[in-house]
């Protein structure tokens, strides 16, 4: 497995460290409004401080998620990188949250404009 | 690149355990400083009841780093109050990804009197004895002591499951003395209902911890050790405050009949901004 990737940057080749099992997965709430509307808090609470409200970062320390590399991730690309986290960067593992809140945060990320 | 590595932090409390004796791999994000105060009550045998109180800042220094700072004091009835002393430890997660087993590395230094209650850890024969001591005569002993700890942590589907192995040493004199501790937790409900509240279901997490004493290099048996079950309970107030609350009892004779701990936590984030020497530091 190659080294693990430092963020949601542009950079779309850092995906191919996720396990293919991990990249074929689907989110199991994908599309579901109630799954939106719980990932949208959990966002909030969890994600908003360094994403920015709209997960578009500050353009300098605060990373955006709207890239070009999060958009051409899979869901279980996504989930798996919330799960392993960056510690090297700053970024915690979420493995602790429930996996469906994972997946909630994921169906939320996806109905951003 | 570099610019969009550093602070990616998420701050909050939901994930934190509800455990009072046992530690998870989950460590404090970088940056977060949280002031926890761990209440443990309880009446001893032939002794008066007591109320201990460590006040606990943790404070985040690295995504794989946490440091703590533990003060420690107890009240005993008919007795006094006295202060005990304080506790430096720190946290390390040698590797930096998730695995099915996750270890961390915990180092901690001790400089408390014979007067704590706190009990934050049970090793080698400490026993219910230990804790009717009056306080005039327990706090002349000062103990320097040293303390190791591999923790062993999984999150399994929506489950932790943690084990804690135990050495400490008196740096002055004494032997070694083990325990370990062991912890199972799980939210009440997995998915978020994606409403503000307070009293709902995913705001509790439940499970229980078990924690004893394993003897020590002179006697390493399990004969006169102290062992307790605690079920334990997290409810978190807000995403920045959590309640924990475990009524644990002994299950041997050597063991305090019951301990009814409380612990209230708050988190600060982005405290490190007051302490970043310059700007874009990468943490």
């Not at chain 1, 899979?74 to 798996?80: C, P, Y």
């Not at chain 2, 003395?177 to 062991?182: C, K, M, N, R, S």
């Amino acid at each position: 497995m190659k080294p693990v990737f430092a963020s949601w940057d542009g950079v779309t080749s850092h995906w191919e460290s996720v396990p293919s099992r991990d990249h074929a997965r689907q989110n199991p709430l994908g599309g579901k409004p109630e799954a939106v509307a719980g990932g949208s808090l959990l966002y909030r609470n969890h994600c908003q401080q360094c994403h920015g409200a709209d997960a578009r970062g500050d353009g300098q320390k605060k990373p955006s998620l709207h890239t070009e590399s999060v958009r051409s991730a899979t869901d279980g690309d996504l989930e798996w990188f919330l799960r392993q986290g960056d510690l090297r960067h700053g970024m915690p593992s979420w493995s602790s949250l429930p996996q469906g809140q994972r997946w909630q945060i994921i169906a939320y990320l996806r109905s951003l404009p | 690149m570099l610019a969009f590595t550093v602070c990616l932090v998420f701050p909050a409390v939901a994930q934190d355990k509800p455990y009072f004796v046992t530690y998870s791999h989950d460590l404090e994000e970088p940056g977060n400083l949280e002031i926890e105060t761990k209440s443990a009550l309880a009446r001893p045998e032939r002794g008066h009841h007591f109320g201990a109180l460590a006040t606990e800042l943790e404070y985040g220094a690295r995504a794989w780093w946490t440091t703590e700072l533990y003060l420690d004091g107890q009240a005993t009835a008919d007795d006094s109050a006295v202060y005990t002393g304080f506790r430096w430890e720190n946290r390390f997660r040698p590797l930096l990804h998730e695995y099915p087993v996750n270890p961390v590395l915990y180092v901690e230094f001790e400089n408390i009197t014979g007067a704590d209650k706190n009990i934050l850890e049970v090793v080698g024969h400490d026993a219910e004895s230990d804790l009717v001591v009056p306080n005039a005569v327990s706090r002349s002993e000062h103990k320097h002591e040293g303390e190791l700890k591999l923790i062993l942590s999984s999150n399994i589907h929506d489950w932790n499951v943690s084990e804690n192995f135990i050495a400490e040493k008196n740096l002055g004199h004494a032997p070694w003395e083990f325990g370990y501790a062991l912890g199972i937790a799980r939210p009440l409900r997995s998915l978020s209902s994606g409403r503000e509240c307070i009293f709902c279901a995913e705001k509790f997490i439940a499970g229980i911890e078990g924690y004893g004493g394993l003897g020590d290099t002179w006697a390493l048996t399990l004969h006169d050790t102290s062992h307790y079950l605690a079920p334990v309970m997290g409810w978190e107030l807000s995403a920045h405050m959590r309640l924990s609350f475990s009524p644990g009892f002994g299950v041997t004779g050597t063991s305090v009949d019951q301990i009814y701990r409380v612990g209230l936590a708050y988190e600060f984030k982005d405290m490190d901004k007051m302490f970043r020497s310059r700007r874009g530091e990468v943490r």
